[in-house]
């Protein structure tokens, strides 16, 4: 069966070293028409081609393809670009918010190339390293989820699993940040990629925040298991001893907190079918 070729529209931007692009493709419809717009400005070449033709749908469109190796390509010169900007000291922080944000938006809406994961995730972990201003640490976290939601979509699971080690002591640190936003954004960062390192996470949770020293990272480690109790495979039974702890730690924020998380749990496997009610028996004694 001859079917038509989809109309494929590629735009390449090129601005102070920034580069991005952007596919379009509309499904085969009935005309033998396709129509492919190639503008590069900057040092590039400006040129149009217009192509028609037909072709078997069991084929690639070798122009498609090779448009999808040009975009490859440009994703990771502009994380890579990023991420060179974001290590000068000398480079406004706008400029670096604004190449931020145009790889957010290129992540929430194209594929991202293997080629191009290492340097954004690098980019992640510089924006939300101890040093950096709080305007690029909230971006930082919020492509971080757009990412794992980008990755998880291309069955890239392995590969937020492997970057969460690296993520994880940055991680830890903004769980006890100053700064009650950078808190939450570290919180739900983790709840993002406990589905791809379940245990990493956990232990990270558990041992190194609620079972650590610092007072915020505990509290809000506990927030976190509140939150993360509600979800399917997740077992709180093994945070238990530490909650029992925080029930008689020096601090006063940590036992009302502990105290929260407690009825917060009793009211969910009362409320549940949850295996973990057993656990929770230390609590009353």
Known sequence: MRGVCACVVVNIRMQSGRRSMMVLARAPQAHPCLFARLKVPGPYTTTTATTTTTTSTHHHNPLLVASLDVYATIMEEQAAHLLTTLKRTSVAIDTKLKLFAQLKS?????????????????????????????????????????????????????????????????????????????????????????????????SLVRDAAIGGTHTRAREMGMKWVVKMSKMDGFHFKNFVPHLVECLEDADAGVRETAKATAVELFRYVQYSKSNDSMALTAFAQ
């Open 106 to 202: 290129d992540i929430k809406h194209t594929r991202v190339p293997d080629a191009a994961q290492p340097a954004i995730f690098e980019c992640l972990r510089v924006s939300i390293s101890p040093n950096a201003p709080p305007p690029l640490v909230s971006t930082g976290f919020s492509t971080l989820g757009h990412l794992v939601k980008r990755l998880s979509l291309q069955d890239h699971g392995g590969i937020i699993a492997a970057h969460t080690k690296k993520l994880s002591p940055l991680l830890l640190e903004r769980l006890g940040d100053s700064k009650d936003s950078h808190r939450v954004a570290a919180s739900q960062s983790l709840a993002d990629l406990w589905p791809y390192a379940p245990e990493q996470v956990e």
